[in-house]
């Protein structure tokens, strides 16, 4: 638990010293953004494999798989979007992209599935599959 704690405060931390905003949100919360958000400003990215995407994810995510090699260069991509919603199944990928975008130093807002495509499945919110 310590070490999730620590993670989550580094990572506000570098959020804020590069003029970002980092919100985190468990799926219920996620679930009125997803719903809500303007479309041209706002992004959904997926962390998972391909193979994991295809099988099931977020009507409107796009798949940038966090452990690939091409995933700075995905990400690049979409550094003039306004805002970022980004998951994964264990936050471990998501967490990964986030560190990306700091290091990219990408200024819109991301926001953090906390609970992940799992809970969002969970609690019965719509997926697609390809």
Avoid: P
Wanted: aromatic share 6%; glycine share 4%; with cysteine.
């Amino acid at each position: 638990m310590k070490l999730y704690l620590t993670i989550i405060c580094g990572l506000l931390l570098c959020a804020n010293a590069k003029s970002q905003s980092l919100e985190i949100v468990n799926a219920k919360e996620a679930s009125e953004i997803v719903n809500c958000r303007n479309t041209i400003n706002t992004i959904i990215i997926d962390g998972r494999s391909d193979v994991m995407y295809a099988e099931k994810h977020i009507k409107g995510a796009i798949n940038i798989d966090a452990f690939s090699d091409s995933a700075t260069t995905e990400l690049k991509k979409h550094l003039e979007t306004k805002e970022i919603i980004v998951y994964c199944t264990n936050q471990r990928r998501a967490e990964l992209l986030i560190e990306k975008l700091n290091e990219l130093q990408y200024n819109g807002k991301i926001i953090f599935i906390i609970d992940g495509l799992s809970t969002w499945i969970s609690l019965g919110y719509e997926t697609v599959s390809d």
